[in-house]
Each structure stands twice: as structure tokens, then as C-alpha cells.
């Protein structure tokens, strides 16, 4: 793994699925280290709606276990809550900047960028040095996005939100386009909305179904080790609880049963676990304990 503060540039051999892209550039700078999988796009508005960042964390999420790498442009709103999702869950993550790698990023994008390159992820730029980030440089900067990516999913767009240029240029590779459905009257929903009702994209209604929607099966569970590396430290109760049902299916009275906690201490715990992507319930009932150590 080189220094993630090294800027290396290269004109061949680019990464995930931009080699044979037909937005391939001449030429992409790389801080950081690229991760190996699958490139899904995620991108959005940058002033989405209150639920705007628990959407992409079930999205995001629910590409745990999968070869997945998140790729998105390091905006404000939708693609900062996406690359935030893929470094709580453990999940690789690739920002794509309209700007040089040298130039300055300012506000919360500084300590995103900065916390995804301390976890293993990666910043590319066609752009050198301290390039600024003109307004003709965020169109290129999304045929980058789509070139590395399998698809686009379109979490929340209005009509005419730059991010459904990133879902034509996936169009045009003939790359498959998602789109999340959203209320009629929800300006957010409208760019997501119309691409569902012409056809140009297929809908995820399920944030939780993403990785079966746009098919990446699920090889493992998230392991306890790998939730440790990205900074997800569980405590010790929650590490017990877990190998104790690991692979079970266990109703709330019966997992307390089995264990000495109060309702409130085994509450917590499951919220832990459920946060981590190691317990799955659906209606807060029944359990369901994933993963691998």
C-alpha cells in the first residue's frame, strides 16, 4: 500500500471498468489506494430531502458482503452522505473530484476526503496539480464516475439536477441506471421520478434490496475484522451476543432468555449489531444474526 498522501498519475491501465470505458481520459491522478470490486455510482442532489441521508445509509448498506466499491464525486448532500455510509459500513469508496488533487477542499468534503484516504479508499482527478473546479470540469468529472462504475443509481434528483448527466453518460456505455422512487410532491424526487416513468432507469423501491436489485450477491457477511479496520469497534457484549446466534434467527424473548441482560442492555446491543451490518430484523420482533468472524 503506497503513502495515501503519494499523487501518482497514470496514462494505462486505469481502474475497475475505466479502462474499457468510452469516457476513458488521457490521463487520471490517484492519491490513495484504489480498491479492487465492483464500481456502483452513487450520486444525487446536493440539497436533498430531511430523509436524504438515512436513504443512503440503506442503500449503502445494504451492499455489505459484496464486492461493491462506492463511487461518487465528494459533493455536498447525496454523494458526501454516500461516501460517509461506505466508511461506516466498511465498505470501499472512490471520490471523483472536478478539481486537482493539490487544490484545496474545504469544510466537512476536507475531513471526508482525508478520513477516506486513512481507510483505504482512494481520490481520482483528470485534472492536475491545483487545478480549480470550473463549472465544465463536473461534466467530466461524471463520465469519470460512470466509466469506473457497473451502474449509476440515482438516489435524489430534482428535474434537472446535474446528477442525471452521470445516469445518460451510464445510458450511453449501455450501463444499467437505478433510480430511487419518491413522493409526487417532493421536489427532490421529481429528476428520479420522471426517469422511472419514461423508462430510462429501473426503480430500487427497497433500500434494502439494492445489492439483489442490481446484482451483487452477497459472498459473506461483514466480518467483525473488517468493521475494526474501518473504525466500527464493537464492544464486548456485542461481540459475544453475536458468535453466540451467529447464523440463527431468534425472536427478542428468546434471545433474552438465553442471556442475563435487561430489555434496555440487550436493546443497545442490537442496535449495535443492526448499525454494524451483523443483525438484520425487519420488524424490530425477529432477528437475524449475519456475518462472519
Same mark, same amino acid.
Given at each position: 500500500m503506497k503513502d495515501r498522501n503519494t499523487i501518482a498519475c497514470i496514462t494505462k491501465h486505469f481502474p475497475l471498468l475505466l479502462d474499457s470505458s468510452i469516457y476513458r481520459p488521457n490521463r487520471l491522478f490517484i492519491k490513495g489506494n484504489i480498491p479492487e470490486g465492483i464500481g456502483v455510482a452513487m450520486v444525487g442532489t446536493r440539497r436533498p430531502s430531511n430523509s436524504g441521508r438515512e436513504l443512503c445509509r440503506h442503500l449503502v448498506r445494504s451492499l455489505q458482503g459484496t464486492r461493491a466499491v462506492v463511487v461518487s464525486g465528494l459533493a455536498q448532500g447525496i454523494d458526501f452522505y454516500c461516501h460517509e455510509a461506505a466508511l461506516d459500513f466498511g465498505i470501499p469508496t472512490i471520490a471523483v473530484l472536478a478539481q486537482g488533487l493539490e487544490a484545496a477542499i474545504q469544510g466537512s468534503r476536507k475531513f471526508l476526503a482525508d478520513r477516506i484516504l486513512e481507510e483505504g479508499g482512494a481520490l481520482v482527478s483528470e485534472y492536475e496539480g491545483n487545478t480549480s473546479s470550473f463549472k465544465g470540469n463536473f461534466v467530466a468529472r461524471n463520465k469519470i464516475i460512470s466509466g469506473l462504475s457497473k451502474c449509476t443509481?440515482? #438516489?435524489?434528483?430534482? #428535474?434537472?439536477?446535474?446528477?442525471?448527466?452521470?445516469?445518460?453518460?451510464?445510458?450511453?456505455?449501455?450501463?444499467?441506471?437505478?433510480?430511487?422512487?419518491?413522493?409526487?410532491?417532493?421536489?427532490?424526487?421529481?429528476?428520479?421520478?420522471?426517469?422511472?416513468?419514461?423508462?430510462?432507469?429501473?426503480?430500487?423501491?427497497?433500500?434494502?434490496?439494492?445489492?439483489?436489485?442490481?446484482?451483487?450477491?452477497?459472498?459473506?457477511?461483514?466480518?467483525?475484522?473488517?468493521?475494526?479496520?474501518?473504525?466500527?469497534?464493537?464492544?464486548?457484549?456485542?461481540?459475544?451476543?453475536?458468535?453466540?446466534?451467529?447464523?440463527?434467527?431468534?425472536?427478542?424473548?428468546?434471545?433474552?432468555?438465553?442471556?442475563?441482560?435487561?430489555?434496555?442492555?440487550?436493546?443497545?446491543?442490537?442496535?449495535?449489531?443492526?448499525?454494524?451490518g451483523l443483525a438484520e430484523s425487519k420488524d424490530n420482533f425477529q432477528f437475524y444474526f449475519n456475518g462472519e468472524p
Open positions: 443509481i440515482i #438516489v435524489q434528483s430534482k #428535474v434537472k439536477g446535474g446528477a442525471l448527466l452521470t445516469g445518460e453518460f451510464a445510458k450511453k456505455e449501455g450501463k444499467a441506471l437505478y433510480a430511487c422512487p419518491g413522493d409526487f410532491d417532493c421536489e427532490v424526487a421529481g429528476g428520479t421520478n420522471q426517469l422511472l416513468d419514461q423508462g430510462v432507469a429501473s426503480p430500487v423501491f427497497v433500500p434494502e434490496n439494492l445489492y439483489k436489485v442490481i446484482g451483487l450477491p452477497r459472498t459473506q457477511g461483514p466480518q467483525i475484522a473488517e468493521l475494526e479496520r474501518s473504525g466500527c469497534n464493537l464492544t464486548q457484549g456485542a461481540k459475544e451476543l453475536f458468535f453466540k446466534f451467529k447464523g440463527f434467527r431468534k425472536t427478542f424473548s428468546e434471545i433474552q432468555s438465553e442471556l442475563t441482560l435487561t430489555t434496555p442492555q440487550l436493546l443497545a446491543i442490537l442496535t449495535e449489531l443492526e448499525i454494524a
